[in-house]
């Protein structure tokens, strides 16, 4: 094809999928903004700011419901157009039918605040953002409903009047702003403002809600010194002043915050209805002693000692039992070798794993490494495994069982270091690394990410092209095309976006259950290459291929910001600890699931290819060989598989990206731009004739470069305590990670070493 024809194509396709991409972000603006309920929370904030003054003017209801300016004609057009708000030049004054509507959000947020603490048990910090969704789904048919369950409270949990169908407010004991109490004089706090709700969870984040005893220390310019329990902080007096509080009564604390080796008296039994009767019978009493002796496996629930007995309580009901705070006290457990007491749990865990609950909660779980696994059955890695079956046969499956040993390793230390952190590596990279430092990562990891994104986006065309005859150009369109439609996804929900992408994963690993039922492999060969370690003449070059190309630093970037779907740096060790132990299990099960995608792909090949069947080690020979040697279903099943391996990794790949930008530099570009930034370098690439299966090494060659500056920062971090607290790496945790840092960043160099001067 002429050149100038290729420029011309590739400038309309440019053009058009500008209009495209532009018209899309059109489309989906009202879903990302939520229109109705931004709307919803502005009136609210024009309620609060018309009870101290109206009218109320433009700027104060910007800076009070922290609108964008650019967005507050859209905002207040909504508003008028329900007839809740009048709006004359600058000023905005709140009508009736606005007024109703507004108490009737505040009531069911509050209600539903309520439902969330004392039924759910969810953490004081947590309510505002959950009740917040909710409360715009929530009809006042509905609100009374909930209130009705609940007893119809008056105040929720931050000590906030709950306002009655009619709009009725009953205002308690509020006490004073902690601006005014006294130093030295110990007071409770009754009472925190939740807005903004940034400030809100900064306070209840440093332990101010409501219950904490406090003791003002000492006032300097322009901030307030406090003790809030054993913590000294310091509040500028704007964050005082949303801290209400009065003398303090006997303190109590919920049988849920205490740790695992404290005990502690019963002060009362809240709600006993949540509780079983037999635990009642068993001691569970007011003045009894109750201590906390264990956690289950996965976090809840714990085991309490209370007259002898041992019970299980979950956390709703340990919600429900307040401690006397002044007899709370360590107990001494019996220790146990930390290597001894992880196989207890281990077995514990496997002997629970066929309980329902214990299965239907994994299962809730299962996604983040799920999406993780698709970087290591991508098509980058099939032409590894693809030469390894066609000139060694079987033996060499014991190298993917190693790789994948590692895999695990260092990926798990990844989803350690988002729990215990709430940030993404490239985020605390940026946070402990000078700036020119992180700046410097960014750029190899953006090059790293560019390129694989590249090879995985080539290796759907190329599905496309063996599946349906369609030429490499617009089988590239196509794909672009799917992938962003899969991306869509992610504004209907996270949850959605993983179950499409498990669904190709599932589809990769039938379509090699079809492949290996048509080449029917040697079993006892498949053992063999799998327990005995041989490395036959040649294959050193190849071994290091498979191993050098199985931990991937967009995946350990990736995977450290998508556990945080799972957990907040906020919650409790006890939850963090609970959220890494389900990490491990959906690593282990994903990451398995990819080696037994990758040793399909080299039984397959050691099946059909061995003896010197397969000359050109590339996708399309491999495709063109095993047609005629197995029939055209296998064919088809291989090329299925390359399709799907293709646009799943592709569009982890583009997550990928967006999490490295966001956190090296702080800066977010739209999800629609950066499938835009991969896409043209393809359709140039295709449109100039370059060999597939060019790309595909020079993909792994880019990440072999930039696998130093994500694995040896993801070790650092992960054994320092001061960043990962009681989530600190063990002593042996931290050997096997340098040791296994060691290796595959040797085996890498080789890689180098050995695409280059092959290529030379």
């Known amino acids: 094809m002429n050149i100038y024809w290729v420029v011309a194509v590739l400038v309309l396709i440019v053009i058009i999928q500008t209009i495209l991409i532009f018209l899309l972000w059109r489309r989906s603006k009202r879903v990302v903004l939520g229109l109705d309920e931004v709307a919803e929370d502005a009136l609210k904030a024009l309620y609060h700011l018309s009870r101290q003054k109206s009218p109320v003017t433009r700027r104060e209801l910007i800076r009070g419901a922290e609108i964008h300016p650019d967005r507050f004609p859209m905002i207040v057009e909504e508003m008028m157009r329900r007839k809740w708000i009048f709006m004359d030049g600058e000023n905005l004054t709140l009508l009736p039918a606005g007024e109703r509507r507004a108490v009737e959000l505040i009531r069911a947020h509050r209600l539903w605040e309520r439902y969330l603490a004392d039924k759910e048990g969810l953490a004081l910090h947590d309510l505002h953002e959950e009740a917040m969704r909710r409360e715009h789904l929530t009809s006042p048919e509905e609100a009374d409903r909930l209130a009705a369950e609940l007893g119809n409270p008056r105040f929720d949990p931050h000590g906030d009047p709950i306002p009655s169908r009619e709009g009725l407010l009953t205002y308690g004991e509020k006490g004073v702003p902690l601006t005014r109490w006294p130093e030295k004089q110990i007071a409770q706090v009754t009472h925190v403002e939740d807005e903004p709700p940034a400030l809100f969870s900064q306070l209840a984040l440093l332990g101010l809600t409501p219950g904490a005893q406090v003791e003002i220390d000492e006032r300097e310019p322009g901030r307030i010194l406090l003790w809030s329990g054993r913590k000294r902080i310091a509040l500028s007096p704007a964050a005082a002043d949303c801290v209400f509080v009065i003398p303090q009564p006997p303190q109590q604390v919920a049988l849920s915050e205490i740790e695992i080796g404290q005990s502690g008296r019963i002060l009362r039994l809240g709600d006993t209805q949540a509780l079983d009767p037999m635990l009642i019978n068993a001691g569970l009493r007011e003045g009894s002693e109750i201590a906390a002796i264990r956690a289950d496996p996965l976090g809840d629930p714990v085991y309490y000692r209370v007259n002898g007995a041992t019970i299980p309580l979950k956390r709703v009901q340990a919600n429900q039992i307040q401690l006397d705070a002044g007899t709370i006290r360590e107990i001494p ?153 899969i991306l869509l996804l992610e504004h209907y929900g996270f949850r959605k976006l993983e179950m499409v992408i498990i669904g190709l994963i599932a589809v990769i690993g039938l379509m090699y259950m079809v492949e290996i039922w048509f080449s029917r492999p040697d079993w006892s060969q498949i053992a063999r290459g799998l327990l005995i370690p041989t490395l036959p003449d040649g294959a050193l070059l190849v071994a290091v291929g498979i191993i050098g190309a199985t931990v991937m630093p967009h995946n350990l970037y990736l995977h450290s910001a998508l556990i945080q779907t799972r957990v907040r740096a906020s919650d409790s060790l006890r939850r963090k600890q609970s959220v890494y132990r389900l990490a491990i299990l959906d690593s282990v099960v994903a990451l398995n699931g990819a080696f037994l995608v990758n040793s399909a792909i080299l039984i397959m090949s050691a099946a059909a290819f061995s003896g010197g069947r397969l000359h050109e080690y590339s996708l399309e020979s491999a ?21 799907a391996s293709g646009l799943s990794s592709s569009t982890t790949a583009t997550m990928a990206g967006q999490v490295i930008m966001e956190g090296f530099i702080n800066h977010h570009i739209n999800v629609w731009l950066r499938r835009a930034i991969t896409m043209i370098p393809s359709l140039i690439i295709i449109g100039l004739g370059l060999n597939p299966l060019t790309i595909l090494i020079l993909s792994q060659v880019s990440l072999s470069f930039q696998l130093p500056f994500a694995m040896i920062p993801l070790v650092l971090f992960t054994s320092n305590r001061k960043i990962m607290g009681e989530l600190t790496n063990r002593p042996f945790t931290t050997l096997q990670a340098w040791i296994t840092t060691a290796i595959i960043l040797t085996l890498n160099i080789l890689l180098l070493v050995q695409t280059f001067s092959s290529g030379g």
């Open 333 to 485: 457990l019996p220790q146990k070798p930390w290597l001894q007491e992880e196989f207890e749990r281990l077995k514990e865990l496997m002997l629970r794993y066929g309980s329902g609950p214990v299965l239907k909660r994994a299962f809730l779980f299962f996604g983040p490494a799920f999406l993780i696994s698709v970087g290591y059955m991508d098509p980058g890695n099939w032409g590894t495994d693809i030469e390894g079956g066609a000139r060694f046969g079987y033996r060499l499956l014991w190298v993917i069982l190693l790789a994948n040993l590692m895999a695990i390793l260092m990926q798990t230390l990844s989803a350690k270091l988002g729990i215990a952190t709430g940030k993404s590596l490239p985020e605390v990279c940026r946070d402990h690394y000078p700036k020119w430092l992180s700046v410097m990562l960014w750029v190899t990891a953006e090059l790293a990410a560019i390129a694989t994104d590249l090879a995985e986006f080539l290796g759907g065309a190329v599905g496309f092209y063996l599946l349906f005859g369609i030429p490499l150009f617009p089988a590239a369109l196509l794909t672009g095309g799917i992938i962003s439609l």
């Open 623 to 643: 495709h063109q060989t095993l047609t005629p040697l197995l029939g055209p279903l296998a064919g088809t099943a291989f090329a299925i598989a390359l399709l």
